[in-house]
C-alpha cells in the first residue's frame, strides 16, 4: 500500500488564482480530512468526510471547497488564494468505526505559498 | 472538545527515558487520550492512545491517572529519531461516528546526545 499521497509537494501562487490540493489513499478508509499548519502552530482542521458523497466543515474551512466522489479521493479546492492561505497541508485518514478509536494516517504534506 | 496543557519544550538524554505530560483536566468519561509526534516538515504519526488503563506498544507507553485528568507518554530509551514536537490529544466523538483531532502546539521533545 501506498498509504496516503499527496500532489504536489510544493507550490507557489499569485494572489487570486485557483488550484486544487489532491489527496489519494489506498486503505478503502472511509474517513478523511484536511488540516493546515502554521508555522509555530499545531494543525486545524479544514474540512472532512466520513464517506464517498458526505462532507463537512471544520474549525477553518473559509476559502476552501472540498469534495468526495470516491472513497479513495479528497481533493481540497482554493478558489481565490490569498497570502493567508500560505500554510503547509496536511490530509490524513482512517478506517471507521462507531468507535471512532482508530487512527488517522497523515501524508506528507503539501508547501503552499501564496505571493 | 476537551482540551489539553503541555509543556512547549523539553530535553532528554539519548538513551534515557523521556516522560511527557499532559493535563486533560476536563475530560469526559467516554474520551481517548491520544498522542501524535511530528518530526520536522513530515506528517503526524501516530503513537499510541487510551482510555483509562495503562497502555504499552512498541513505541511507548500511556500512563493514564485514575482521576483521567491527566497522562504522561513515556520513551523507554529515548533516540535522536525521537526528537520532533508530540501532541497530546483528546477525542470527541461529534456524532454518526465522526471525529476531529484537535491538536494544539504539543511539546517539542529534542533528545541531546
Known amino acids: 500500500n501506498a498509504g496516503v499521497t499527496q500532489t504536489p509537494k510544493f507550490q507557489v501562487l499569485k494572489t487570486g488564482q485557483s488550484m486544487t490540493l489532491q489527496c489519494a489513499q489506498d486503505?478503502?478508509?472511509?474517513?478523511m480530512s484536511w488540516y493546515r499548519q502554521d508555522p509555530g502552530m499545531g494543525l486545524r482542521l479544514i474540512h472532512y468526510s466520513v464517506g464517498a458523497g458526505i462532507t463537512d466543515q471544520g474549525e477553518v474551512p473559509n476559502g476552501y471547497n472540498v469534495s468526495r466522489s470516491t472513497t479513495e479521493d479528497f481533493p481540497l479546492r482554493l478558489l481565490s488564494a490569498a497570502p493567508s492561505q500560505t500554510s503547509v497541508y496536511f490530509c490524513?485518514?482512517?478506517?471507521?468505526?462507531?468507535?471512532?478509536?482508530?487512527?488517522?494516517?497523515f501524508g506528507p504534506g503539501t508547501r503552499l505559498t501564496v505571493l | 472538545d476537551a482540551k489539553t496543557t503541555q509543556p512547549p519544550s523539553m530535553d532528554c538524554a539519548e538513551g534515557r527515558a523521556a516522560n511527557l505530560p499532559c493535563n486533560h483536566s476536563t475530560i469526559s468519561g467516554n474520551e481517548y487520550v491520544y498522542w501524535y509526534r511530528q518530526i520536522h516538515s513530515q506528517g503526524p504519526q501516530y503513537i499510541i492512545h487510551?482510555?483509562?488503563n495503562n497502555e504499552t506498544n512498541e513505541m511507548a507507553s500511556l500512563i493514564i491517572t485514575e482521576d483521567r485528568k491527566s497522562s504522561t507518554l513515556i520513551l523507554p530509551h529515548a533516540t535522536l529519531r525521537d526528537t520532533a514536537v508530540y501532541y497530546c490529544?483528546?477525542?470527541?466523538?461529534?456524532?454518526?461516528?465522526?471525529?476531529?483531532?484537535?491538536f494544539g502546539k504539543g511539546t517539542k521533545l529534542s533528545v541531546i546526545p
Open positions: 487510551g482510555l483509562k
Open positions: 490524513a485518514s482512517s478506517p471507521r468505526t462507531w468507535r471512532s478509536t482508530d487512527t488517522q494516517y
Open positions: 490529544i483528546v477525542i470527541t466523538v461529534a456524532g454518526a461516528g465522526s471525529y476531529q483531532l484537535t
Open positions: 486503505m478503502n478508509h472511509e474517513y
